[in-house]
């Protein structure tokens, strides 16, 4: 699960055995990335996808997502869906304001996906967004990692922020100027859509850097950026010739694109080929702040500062893949090992196991 190893550098199980149900969100009892920043005197933020539990409790229980929302596991400034939702008009749904969905979904009716924040004056502790948010979803996000950027610079603090775009999870919708950009090259619905949900992004990822720039963050700022996995089959997606896609084990459905921006460390371009994995961020940071990893739990990841130093070309142990083939923590698994060292990195086994 990409979110969970995400924070916590594992892969939400205490154990190989594939027969014993394992519950999505988040549990409390996990170490995350925010908690281990906060050691050192960093704020933690994210702005945008959540999907590791519900935020608070349903009338008629919690039984597929227990309540788990980014506060409750350290983070001091949030605001974040509990999904996936749209990439524009997002939380229309919330408003029955179904016309407001445009490009090749209009006419849909789309469930209700708000984003949530801390709040002060509700029994919950929480609330969502009172009003719609017109445009794309990305532009979004970063006007409120904007704000928080600015906040930080006043305070002069250092600080964590995660920002999980929705883009490009379905339903993708483009907005201008890139919608009127790909209609007229001729493109598809579907495809100027897709292409379109994903420049705004790309627009989004430069804002970014320059808000770094612009608040004096950039040259001590480690700037990450990757994806979960590969395109979903039937979308215009692309995994530029690997075979296969999203909930598959060969390269096109685990292999994408990974990019660090570290001006204070890296001072020249580099590409480099050895496999990195998200259960790797913790371990990575943990190092990088000079703390010790728990030892009170498994650690699927490892640190890859000499990586990022360029001290090493290679990970001392392998990336471990599972799938569940039936969606139901039981059943049908494929499961590959993603290894780099010399005698093994010519060879990936895919494996079947049914229990």
């Known amino acids: ?41 960093y704020a933690p933020a ?26 409750s596991h350290g983070f001091d400034f949030w605001l974040a869906t509990e999904r996936s939702a749209p990439t524009a008009t997002l939380n229309c749904g919330c408003f029955n304001q179904s016309s407001c969905i445009k ?14 924040h801390p709040g002060a004056n509700t029994q919950s502790g929480i609330q969502n967004i009172s009003k719609p948010e017109s445009g794309d979803d990305s532009t ?30 379905i339903p993708y919708i483009a907005t201008e100027p890139y919608l009127s950009y790909y209609k007229k090259k001729g ?8 292409y379109g949900a994903i420049s705004a992004m790309d627009a989004q990822v430069g804002r970014i850097r320059s808000l770094l720039d612009k608040f004096a963050f950039k040259e001590n700022t480690l700037l990450w950026f990757a994806s979960d996995n590969g395109p979903k089959k039937g979308t215009p997606g692309s ?10 084990l060969t390269e096109g459905g685990i292999r994408v694109p990974g990019i660090i921006e570290w001006p204070a460390m890296i001072k020249r371009n580099r590409v480099v080929t050895t496999p990195v994995v998200s259960s790797d961020f913790l371990p990575t940071i943990m190092d990088i702040l000079d703390l010790k990893m728990p030892d009170d739990r498994p650690v699927d990841g490892l640190s890859v500062l000499p990586l990022i130093k360029g001290e090493t070309k290679e990970r001392s142990h392998p990336i471990g893949f599972a799938y569940n083939v039936m969606g139901n923590f039981s059943g049908a698994y494929n499961v590959s090992w993603v290894d780099n060292r010399v005698r093994r990195r010519r060879y990936k086994g895919i494996y079947f196991i049914w229990v």
């Open 103 to 116: 490009g090749h979904y209009a006419g849909e009716e789309f469930a209700c996906n708000n984003y949530w």
């Open 187 to 194: 493109y598809s619905a579907d495809e100027i859509d897709y």
């Open 239 to 248: 995994t530029n010739g690997l075979s296969g896609f999203k909930t598959q």
């Open 140 to 169: 979004f996000m970063v006007d409120q990692l904007e704000s928080f950027l600015r906040d930080a610079s006043m305070a002069n603090l250092r600080f964590l922020a995660y920002v999980p775009f929705h883009t490009v999870h």
């Open 1 to 41: 699960h990409n979110r969970y190893c995400v924070w916590t550098a594992n892969a939400g199980s205490n154990t190989p055995d594939f027969s014993i149900p394992e519950p999505m969100p988040l549990p409390l009892s996990e170490f995350t990335i925010a908690q281990a920043v906060k050691k050192k005197g």
């Open 46 to 71: 994210l702005v945008g996808k959540w999907h590791l539990g519900d935020f608070k409790k349903l009338p008629g229980g919690n039984p597929k997502w227990p309540v788990s929302n980014p506060g």
